[in-house]
């Protein structure tokens, strides 16, 4: 059983930056594929990006590459999306998932899921 704990959400302008973390219980962690996927109001749960267990494979949504970063450190079970250069439409509650096996931007290819965070970029 992995649980999931993502921090690091908040208001912010557009053009500014913020870092989610998420924070796993699990004792394998580093055998993990990490992934954060985003949903905003009406309108259904997106990829954003993911990390393979070694952090060697990293994949983004074509909306947020070249903005956004995800990196991990497996002594402290942490994986971290650094968002760079918000714009409005990147608003959306965002969450961290995990899975074992191969990277993958499929959410329903992810098994365990956190609470999520909430974004908000104003104009």
């Known amino acids: 059983q992995v649980q999931l704990v993502e921090s690091g959400g908040g208001l912010v302008q557009a053009g500014a930056s913020l870092r989610l973390s998420c924070t796993a219980s699990a004792r394998t962690f580093s055998s993990i594929v990490m992934g954060w996927f985003r949903q905003a109001p009406g309108k259904e749960r997106e990829f954003v990006s993911a990390?393979?267990?070694?952090?060697?494979?990293?994949t983004y949504a074509d909306s947020v590459k070249g903005r956004f970063t995800i990196s991990r450190d497996n002594a402290k079970n942490t994986v971290y999306l650094r968002m760079n250069s918000l714009k409005p439409e990147d608003t959306a509650v965002y969450y961290c998932?995990?899975?074992?096996?191969?990277?993958?931007?499929?959410?329903?290819?992810?098994?365990?899921w956190g609470q999520g965070t909430q974004v908000t970029v104003s104009s």
């Open positions: 990390i393979t267990s070694s952090g060697a494979s990293i």
């Open positions: 998932a995990a899975k074992y096996g191969s990277l993958s931007n499929r959410r329903f290819d992810y098994t365990y």
